[in-house]
């Protein structure tokens, strides 16, 4: 079958980094997304890995593991702002289509 | 950029009515998909389609039913509503292994 675990929920503060993990289990498996979704909006796109290691952003770095199935989206410097649902999400073996997590609600505070 | 658009940010319908969400992609992308948002249960798949004229059962079809006549379009309907459709509406379009884009969102209301 086909899986995406995440943790429902984080706390952290201003300031402080946070690691959000994330595990798959996908019949096929192409790449790695994250993407960041504020409350009452869309999903918008954070991150892609397709191959093993660290991609960093900027504020944001991710992780992916394709021998473990496992990834990781890393937050620095947190700031307020950056309260949101973070969505983990698979994509196919031939790239044309994602499964999602349920999503990671994320709360910062001062 | 790529602009996927949604035609309403809230709408407001009454049960068994015939419910139609359109949305338009501008960038030539192949594959399209409607999902609904839930608390709780994340994003659902409900239908996609990987060119003009196919359509693909997601996992919560029962319902609904889609259309795309054109490659940019893609179009949700919901047959007969009912009060446990209401929920965020997203569209989403994307071209083989490149981001997923999705357009903002319509928050539906089935009363």
């Known amino acids: 079958g086909q899986n995406i675990d995440q943790p429902t929920e984080m706390t952290a503060t201003e300031g402080a980094i946070v690691q959000i993990n994330c595990t798959y289990q996908?019949?096929?498996?192409?790449?790695l997304f994250w993407y960041q979704q504020h409350a009452g909006e869309a999903p918008t796109f954070l991150s892609y890995?397709?191959?093993?290691g660290l991609e960093e952003k900027g504020r944001f770095s991710s992780f992916l593991s394709r021998s473990k199935g496992y990834s990781y989206l890393l937050l620095k410097e947190l700031q307020m702002k950056d309260s949101a649902s973070y969505l983990c999400?698979?994509?196919?073996?031939?790239?044309?289509?994602?499964?999602f997590g349920k999503g990671t609600t994320l709360s910062v505070s001062s | 950029d790529v602009k996927v658009t949604q035609s309403s940010r809230y709408l407001v319908k009454r049960t068994g009515e015939k419910v139609f969400l359109e949305c338009v992609q501008d960038?030539?992308?192949?594959?399209m998909f409607w999902y609904r948002q839930d608390p709780g249960l994340g994003l659902r798949l409900i239908y996609f389609?990987?060119?003009?004229?196919?359509?693909e059962k997601g996992d919560i079809p029962e319902g609904y039913s889609v259309s795309r006549e054109k490659k940019e379009r893609f179009s949700l309907i919901l047959e007969s509503a009912s009060t446990n459709q209401t929920s965020m509406y997203l569209c989403?379009?994307?071209?083989?292994?490149?981001?997923?884009?999705f357009g903002d969102g319509t928050r539906l209301s089935i009363l």
């Open positions: 999400a698979a994509s196919n073996q031939a790239g044309t289509a994602l499964i």
């Open positions: 996908t019949s096929g498996f192409n790449g």
């Open positions: 890995n397709v191959l093993d």
């Open positions: 960038m030539d992308h192949e594959n």
């Open positions: 389609s990987y060119d003009v004229k196919m359509k």
């Open positions: 989403a379009s994307l071209s083989r292994n490149q981001p997923q884009h």
